[in-house]
């Protein structure tokens, strides 16, 4: 193996590393691991940007900025205090409800912009009910997860898989990928009562204060409102349209992103920009560069050499390595920079002579998408649930999730693969 071709492979592997250590933000590790790949002329610059996904950016941007002005109304507070009076206040009825509004959330807005809207609704009911948010909060994680699944914009990878593999629409995520999360979460649901009712029982007295809240005090801003839920309408219906207008994702987020701040005005739009989560956008920007590396000096094409001569090209054994691989790896690495390596590695395979790619696609979402819930540091929704639960005075224990989420991370990976091999694979 050439020189250039080590030092890329060191770089990526000590990048990793600290990005899994978590001493350091992972923004500032992956953005010097990409400079280093630049500097050290592994890579040219020219060819590091040519590297970069804009499309993966600018639907992330354009959602960050359409949710963010959403917010500012009051909606996500008002959904949640309807589920929970439909409930009649009792804590398992609004675990399950809440469990499945960020689910939903999840599958038409990014994972962690959704996490970030339910959790300070769910510790407002739980002080009322008086018990652990804890439970609630594990369910959400899961659900966010396999939500984010469903569709092109519901979970990094995804989004990262779509503006790679242009044939991959946002009808065809949610054709391939919805059916088989609608059946996880159907089944996840009695599990979670299993697992947790005996930790959620409250008084009848307190049930009586969540049926006396007013939804429609949480509701700060009508007008804005209206123009929110009018824009984000629009901007979905792009995502469903987009293959027949010629558009990429990005353009849709961002024409809705910037049709939302034409209408709201400045003073939102220097708002909207402070709530864009500029370290997650940079983190992927490092990514690309970083993976750049592995590319250009031709680390991923032996990978996938290796890979095909493992399962000697058939289409079940590969597709089932790369499921349960990007499952099991997801689970104990952040998802986002393990599928930007998988990317790649997949194209290659299509240039080594494995003719139908699509089983192998859906195969490294899932297996990304879901995995990510087998630990608390297997995706980036995860980490911010934690640690917002931890300020509030709950701590998340990492041995204490693993021994709930993981088993049940491996139910649906067992089912995702029973789907994937009647689905595609017959």
Same mark, same amino acid.
């Given at each position: 193996?050439?020189?250039q071709?080590?030092?890329?492979?060191?770089?990526?592997?000590?990048?990793?590393?600290?990005?899994?250590a978590?001493?350091?933000?992972?923004?500032?590790?992956?953005?010097?691991?990409?400079?280093?790949?630049?500097v050290?002329g592994?890579?040219?610059?020219?060819?590091?940007?040519?590297?970069?996904d804009?499309?993966?950016?600018?639907?992330? =941007?354009?959602?960050?900025?359409?949710?963010?002005?959403?917010?500012e109304?009051?909606?996500?507070?008002?959904?949640a205090v309807? #589920?929970?009076k439909?409930?009649?206040?009792?804590p398992?009825?609004i675990?399950?409800?809440?469990?499945?509004?960020?689910?939903?959330?999840?599958?038409?807005?990014?994972?962690?912009?959704?996490?970030?809207?339910?959790?300070?609704?769910?510790?407002?009911?739980?002080?009322?009910?008086r018990v652990?948010p804890v439970?609630f909060?594990?369910?959400? &994680?899961?659900a %966010?997860n396999?939500?984010?699944?469903?569709?092109l914009?519901?979970?990094?990878?995804?989004?990262?898989?779509? #503006?790679?593999v242009?044939?991959?629409?946002?009808?065809a995520?949610?054709?391939?990928?919805?059916?088989?999360?609608a059946?996880?979460?159907?089944?996840?649901?009695?599990?979670?009562?299993?697992?947790?009712?005996?930790? =959620?029982?409250?008084?009848?007295?307190?049930?009586?204060?969540?049926?006396?809240?007013d939804?429609k005090?949480?509701?700060?801003?009508?007008?804005?409102?209206?123009?929110?839920?009018s824009?984000?309408?629009?901007t =979905?219906?792009g995502?469903f349209?987009?293959?027949?207008?010629?558009?990429?994702?990005?353009?849709?987020?961002?024409a809705?992103?910037?049709?939302?701040?034409?209408l709201?005005?400045?003073?939102?739009?220097?708002?909207?920009?402070?709530?864009?989560?500029?370290?997650? &956008?940079?983190f992927?920007?490092?990514?690309f560069?970083?993976?750049?590396?592995?590319?250009?000096?031709?680390? &991923?094409?032996r990978?996938?050499?290796?890979?095909?001569e493992?399962?000697?090209?058939?289409?079940?054994?590969?597709?089932?390595?790369?499921?349960?691989?990007?499952?099991?790896?997801?689970?104990?690495?952040?998802?986002?920079?393990?599928?930007?390596?998988? =990317?790649p590695?997949?194209?290659e395979?299509?240039?080594?002579?494995?003719?139908?790619l699509?089983?192998?696609?859906? #195969?490294?979402?899932?297996?990304? %998408?879901?995995?990510?819930?087998?630990?608390?540091?297997?995706a980036?929704?995860?980490?911010i649930?934690?640690?917002?639960?931890?300020?509030?005075g709950?701590?998340?224990k990492?041995?204490?999730?693993?021994?709930?989420?993981?088993?049940?991370?491996?139910? #649906?990976?067992?089912?995702s693969?029973?789907?994937?091999?009647?689905?595609?694979l017959?």
């Open positions: 193996m050439e020189q071709a080590i030092l890329a492979i060191g770089i990526f592997l000590v990048t990793y590393g600290l990005i899994v978590e001493k350091i933000h992972r923004t500032i590790v992956a953005m010097l691991g990409g400079v280093l790949m630049v050290l592994i890579v040219d610059q020219e060819s590091a940007l040519h590297h970069i804009f499309n993966t950016l600018g639907l992330l =941007i354009g959602m960050m900025i359409i949710v963010s002005v959403t917010a109304t009051g909606l996500f507070k008002y959904i309807i #589920s929970a439909k409930a009649k206040g009792d398992v009825r675990m399950l409800a809440l469990a499945l509004i960020t689910a939903a959330g999840s599958a038409f807005l990014d994972n962690v912009t959704t996490v970030l809207l339910m959790v300070p609704v769910t510790f407002s009911i739980t002080r009322q009910l652990t439970p909060l594990i369910t959400q &994680i899961l %966010c396999i939500g984010g699944t469903a569709t914009i519901g979970d990094p990878p995804n989004i990262m898989i779509g #503006s790679a242009k044939e991959l629409t946002f009808m995520f949610i054709n391939n990928l919805a059916p088989i999360a059946i996880i979460l159907a089944v996840y649901l009695p599990l979670f009562v299993w697992l947790f009712r005996k930790q =959620i029982r409250t008084s009848d007295e307190l049930k009586q204060t969540i049926m006396e809240l939804e005090e949480v509701i700060a801003d009508r007008k804005l409102l209206i123009k929110s839920l824009v984000m309408g629009l =979905i219906v995502f349209l987009h293959q027949a207008l010629h558009l990429e994702s990005a353009t849709v987020a961002l809705g992103a910037f049709l939302l701040l034409l709201t005005g400045e003073h939102a739009m220097e708002v909207a920009f402070t709530k864009v989560e500029w370290t997650t &956008i940079f992927f920007v490092g990514l560069v970083l993976v750049s590396g592995l590319v250009e000096t031709g680390v &991923i094409s990978l996938a050499e290796q890979s095909i493992l399962t000697g090209g058939e289409l079940v054994a590969t597709s089932m390595l790369i499921l349960w691989l990007s499952a099991i790896a997801s689970a104990f690495l952040d998802n986002i920079p393990f599928v930007a390596t998988m =990317i590695m997949i194209q395979m299509g240039n080594m002579g494995v003719a139908n699509e089983p192998l696609w859906w #195969s490294l979402a899932l297996g990304a %998408c879901l995995g990510g819930n087998g630990t608390l540091i297997g980036s929704a995860n980490l649930v934690a640690g917002l639960s931890a300020k509030e709950y701590p998340i990492f041995i204490a999730y693993m021994k709930i989420a993981f088993p049940l991370m491996l139910l #649906s990976i067992v089912m693969s029973v789907y994937i091999y009647m689905r595609y017959i």
